[in-house]
Structure formats: structure tokens, C-alpha cells
């Protein structure tokens, strides 16, 4: 697939490990002026900040938290990092997790319709205490709802905005958005 570039936009994949699996969820983020390279490590900052503070506290210790890749996409040629400041860091619940195959899709709306306008990750290392019958916990949900909502507000003290990104539209591939 050829590259598509978003201006002023950089993608942070966030990689972790259980089981020995490795797991990714990628975030994307919109910064007026664009990214440098001092600007993507302060990225991976707030985002290892804010993993730690909100999501960390609900998940397993058997979930690894690596690293945050953190990839300028202005063009093919734009500055990209590995952040692994303060990582590895586990999830701090014990107890029995449940399986890998077992995920909460975390859904992001923009307030628009299609699917140009949604993201989603998919979090993993969840207690079995979340969950009762195939269904998420009420607070358990309102937790992770509130661990994505700090986010927000995480990335906007450094003027930086938390963004869905698309690069396609119709199936066919954005001439650049």
C-alpha cells in the first residue's frame, strides 16, 4: 500500500505483551505546526503518563506494557521514535484474567457518521471480575471510560488533540487528508 500522508499528525502505537502474545493499539493525535522530534518524545511522555495513571490500575499484571512507536505522518520521510521512557510496566490487578480472545472494543466517536469517522482499540489484560455472564461491569466500564476520557485532557495542556484518523474513503485511498 503507498504511503498516505495526514498533515500535522502522528500515529503512537501502543505495544504491550501477555501470554507472550503482543498486543497493539494505535492513537492518533493533530498538532498545529506539525511534529518534531522533541515534540513526539513529549507525545510518548503524556501517553505513558496516561496509561499509567487511568488504565494501568484496571488491568492485569500479566499485561506488559513495551513500548509507544510514535510515527510523524506528514510524509514518508518524517520523524518517527521509539519511546520506552519509564517501560516496561505492568497492568498492577491480580487475580484470573481473562483470555486474550476476550477484549473490550473501545469505540471513538467524532460526532459524525460512517466509518471515517470512528476509531477503536481493543483492551485487553481485564479481570474476570469485570465481567459477570458475558457482559462488562457497569463500573468496571465507566473506569475504562474514564481512563480514555483523561486523554483528552492529558494531551490538551501540550496543545495537542487527540484525533480519529482515515485514509480512505470509499475503499479507495485518500489523495492526503
Given at each position: 500500500m503507498a504511503f498516505i500522508e495526514i498533515p500535522e499528525t502522528a500515529m503512537a502505537q501502543l505495544i504491550f505483551q501477555q501470554e507472550g502474545q503482543f498486543i497493539e493499539?494505535?492513537?492518533?493525535?493533530h498538532k498545529d505546526g506539525g511534529w518534531t522530534e522533541g515534540g513526539l518524545s513529549t507525545l510518548g511522555s503524556l501517553i505513558v503518563d496516561w496509561w499509567k495513571d487511568n488504565l494501568q490500575p484496571h488491568l492485569t499484571d500479566r499485561m506488559h506494557f513495551l513500548q509507544v512507536i510514535i510515527n510523524n505522518l506528514a510524509s514518508e520521510s518524517a520523524p518517527g521514535i521509539v519511546y520506552t521512557t519509564g517501560l516496561p510496566d505492568t497492568g498492577s490487578v491480580s487475580g484470573h484474567d481473562l483470555p486474550l480472545n476476550v477484549t473490550m472494543a473501545v469505540s471513538f466517536h467524532t460526532g459524525l457518521r460512517g466509518r471515517s469517522f470512528r476509531g477503536r482499540n481493543y483492551l485487553c489484560g481485564m479481570l474476570d471480575t469485570g465481567q459477570a455472564h458475558s457482559t462488562i461491569d457497569a463500573t468496571y466500564l465507566g473506569?475504562?471510560?474514564?481512563?480514555?476520557?483523561?486523554?483528552?485532557?492529558?494531551?490538551?495542556?501540550?496543545?495537542?488533540t487527540w484525533v480519529v484518523a482515515s485514509r480512505f474513503h470509499n475503499k479507495a485511498p485518500r489523495a492526503g487528508v
Open positions: 493499539n494505535t492513537l492518533y493525535f473506569q475504562i471510560k474514564a481512563a480514555y476520557t483523561a486523554l483528552i485532557a492529558e494531551v490538551s495542556a501540550e496543545d495537542i
